[in-house]
């Protein structure tokens, strides 16, 4: 059964870093897309970042310029590298990855971690 897991979110100032992970566990193949989106209090979740394939990225307008998402193919592990952060940043950040296997789909989510941004 695959299973992702974030790590590294928190509390952070206005203008600071954070890098969140996300470890998959329970699948030998590469993942097709791998990503985050986040969830704020009384919104809907939106996309962030994500990778597809070996190159391409998509990021929210938002967040163009400060969030870079990278992977470990490898490994299986996704991360997403927040700087310049805003309090507008905040929000419950979720691990999103897609594996496509002999004609099949699967769609799989993390927990979520929280992202607090505030002095």
């Known amino acids: 059964q695959v299973q992702l897991e974030e790590s590294g979110g928190g509390l952070m100032q206005p203008g600071g870093s954070l890098r969140l992970k996300c470890v998959t566990s329970?699948?030998?193949?590469?993942?097709?897309?791998m990503g985050w989106y986040r969830q704020a209090p009384g919104k809907e979740r939106e996309l962030v970042a994500e990778?597809?394939?070996?190159?391409?990225?998509n990021y929210a307008d938002s967040v163009k310029g400060r969030f870079t998402v990278s992977r470990d193919n490898i490994r299986n592990t996704v991360y997403l590298q927040m700087d310049s952060l805003k309090p507008e940043d905040t929000a419950v950040y979720f691990c999103?990855?897609?594996?496509?296997?002999?004609?099949?789909?699967?769609?799989?989510w993390g927990q979520g971690i929280q992202v607090t941004v505030s002095s």
């Open positions: 990778s597809k394939g070996a190159s391409m990225a």
């Open positions: 999103h990855a897609v594996l496509k296997i002999a004609g099949r789909t699967g769609d799989y």
């Open positions: 329970g699948s030998r193949h590469r993942f097709d897309t």
